[in-house]
């Protein structure tokens, strides 16, 4: 009975803390108005990638525009997919390495090539932190939807001693997203060679940008498990 009453609670009061602290936030935000006209106009969706340990900024400004998620189907993907949904994204459970794989790739291609926008972690669920699995070289591939990488920071923040060195802003913070260029995925690229250079493209551009957007607020750079 406790273990039901912290999964009905729980994401309610870190969806609430989390709506209270974004107001705080003055969030600078750099192309993407771009982005999103050039999608709109060449009729195509988009994936936007951001390593997991930066979500917090990108997750409240995305409230209740209806994107799309990837959640793990484990216990503690069972909260944080109650919290996505009371931010309005749009949910499928699965993972890059865990059960429902195939079925949750395929629903996402499907949403992407009519238009959906994804907003993906590419070393999430587990790790290791800030190192792109494959799975986002295949939903760029099949879907031949444009991967776009986000860099993301905020300063004065926390980092956590988590896996993924999770950034929270503190109250009042800066914070920053910054877009980059598309990134394309040769429908050819299915070799296991290919899969690993696309990755550690998109993998490098995320983690340039991101770098870039710590030294626009300031933030200090932290210690992490993938290559820099």
Known sequence: MRESLRQQIAPWIAYYIGRILAKTLRVKVIGEKEILASAKENGHGLIFVTWHGRTFIPITRFEKRKYWALISTSRDGDLQDKIFSYYGFNTVRGSSSARGAVQ???????????????AFTPDGPRGPSQCAQPGVVYLGRKSGCPVIPVGVSAAPCKYWSSWDRYMLPKPFARGIMLYGDPIYIPNDAKSQEDQDHWAGVIGREITRLEAKADEMVGAPRPKTTGAE
Request: proline share 0%; net charge positive.
């Open 104 to 118: 949750a790739t395929l629903t996402l291609a499907k949403e992407l090539k009519a238009g959906g926008i994804l």
